[in-house]
Every structure is written in C-alpha cells, then in structure tokens.
C-alpha cells in the first residue's frame, strides 16, 4: 500500500506542478497580448480637446480636458486591471497633457504636442509616450 501511495505522489505532484506552471505562464501571456479595449470615448474627448486647442480656445480644452479626466478616472477600476503596462503608459501621457494645458501660462505649442502625444498613445497604448 505504502508503495502504491508513493508511486501516486512521485507522479501527481510533478505533473500538478507542470501543469500549474503551464497555466500560469499562458495566463500571463494572454494578459501581456491583452489591450484595454474600447478607448473611443476617451479618444472623442481628446479630439474635442486638440479642436478647441487648434482654435485657439486653451482655456475651453482645459475644461473639456477635466471631462477627460473624470471619465479616466472614473474607469480606471475596469481599465487597469485588463493591461497594468498600457494604462500606465497612458496615464503618463494624461500627465503630461494634463500639466501643458493646465499652466498659468500655457504654451500652444507644447499644450498641442502633449495632446498629439495623448491621442498616439490612446491609438496605440503599448507604446510608452
């Protein structure tokens, strides 16, 4: 008996482990591959930023980036467990955009390249900004 209990575990424990390790490393494989799905409503908003912005209109874009803002927020307990890496990516880029438009003197040039910079980010959020 001792012997067929022995030769269950030398097999059972080995395979349990490969098998774990298996499911663990094609886990983490599907979470890398994973995007943070539909970004299209923040994307619209950035839009309706960098057209106000083109416009002339800073002080509009920073109030219409406080939308923006509310809206990442707000989803950010869905959005970022899909894809750690890519919302940190974008969140740096909510950053720095965030910092351009919000100045007490902001430059034009340097408000719509962190907004460029946002929205290719946005598109494309395994890209670090």
Excluded: C, H
């Amino acid at each position: 008996m001792k012997q067929v209990f022995l030769a269950i575990v030398l097999i059972a424990v080995p395979v349990a482990m490969f098998s774990g390790y298996e499911l663990y490393t094609a886990n983490t494989a599907v979470a890398a591959e994973r995007g943070l799905g539909d970004l299209s409503n923040f994307k619209a908003i950035i839009a309706d930023v960098q057209a106000l912005v083109d416009k002339g209109d800073i002080a509009g874009g920073a109030r219409r980036i406080t939308d923006y803002e509310t809206a990442w927020d707000g989803a950010e307990t869905a959005i970022r467990p899909l894809n750690q890496t890519q919302w940190g990516n974008i969140d740096s880029a909510n950053d720095a955009a965030f910092s351009a438009i919000r100045k007490s003197k902001p430059d034009p040039a340097a408000v719509k390249d962190a907004l460029a910079t946002l929205m290719a980010t946005l598109n494309d959020p395994s890209k670090a900004p």
